[in-house]
């Protein structure tokens, strides 16, 4: 089946500076990629999502680029600030049995410090 | 205003105690799913449901049941088979493949 593999487990930058969350996934199949930003004790909240037929897509300091040959895709934050600090998880599609379902990785504890 | 609520926001199970977390959504959204989350992992698939009255077993379905009467609820049931139950716990619901999700439910055992 399916497997996600997120890194790295945590990221602490300054505010102002990038960050990169990187996904790696293994079925071939997979065409479309979430991600969700979880603050604490609340719920995930998705941020930004690409289908398989685009490489890069880009929502104010988001952007997720997705590379289908090598199978991974990253998150980019630009201009951090501190409310960006909570843990961020990427997801992959999977079709079972005609219905599609969704995978997660780990998770990314992203730290940013004024 | 339009989402998806889960009471409690927190709940305390005793040893041998079915338990019922509640999830309700008012996006019209045909799919609901059931999501397990410990610490350190991601989230894990307890059971989803694709339409009223169907509804499959995930990843880790052991220890849960689930009902689908109505469209806008999808109630999870923690069995006292479930030994153990200490997570926090996630509803979301979908009209194709974005999922949304509820603020979660803190199971904590007694």
């Known amino acids: 089946g399916e497997n996600v593999e997120q890194h790295p487990s945590t990221l602490s930058v300054q505010e102002g500076d990038s960050a990169v969350i990187k996904c790696t996934y293994s079925d071939s199949a997979s065409n479309y990629f979430p991600w969700y930003k979880q603050e604490l004790g609340k719920g995930p909240q998705l941020i930004i999502d690409?289908?398989?037929?685009?490489g890069e897509k880009k929502d104010q300091r988001i952007a997720v680029t997705l590379n289908k040959t090598a199978k991974h895709f990253s998150l980019h934050i630009t201009e951090t600030q501190p409310e960006d600090s909570a843990v961020y998880f990427c997801?992959?599609?999977?079709?079972?049995?005609?219905?599609?379902?969704?995978?997660f990785g780990t998770g990314t504890r992203l730290l940013v410090s004024p | 205003d339009g989402g998806i609520t889960q009471s409690p926001k927190y709940l305390f199970r005793k040893e041998g105690q079915n338990v019922t977390l509640s999830c309700e959504q008012n996006?019209?959204?045909?799919?609901m799913y059931w999501y397990r989350q410990d610490p350190g992992q991601g989230l894990r698939l307890i059971y989803y449901?694709?339409?009223?009255?169907?509804?499959q077993k995930g990843d880790i379905a052991e220890g849960y049941s689930v009902s689908r009467e109505k469209k806008e609820s999808f109630p999870l049931t923690v069995t006292s088979a479930q030994k153990n139950p200490t997570a926090f716990y996630l509803c979301?619901?979908?009209?194709?493949?974005?999922?949304?999700f509820g603020p979660g439910t803190r199971l904590l055992v007694l």
């Open positions: 996006l019209n959204h045909d799919a």
């Open positions: 690409i289908r398989s037929n685009v």
């Open positions: 449901s694709q339409i009223v009255n169907d509804f």
């Open positions: 979301a619901s979908s009209s194709w493949e974005t999922q949304y």
């Open positions: 997801a992959a599609s999977i079709r079972d049995t005609g219905f599609q379902k969704l995978v």
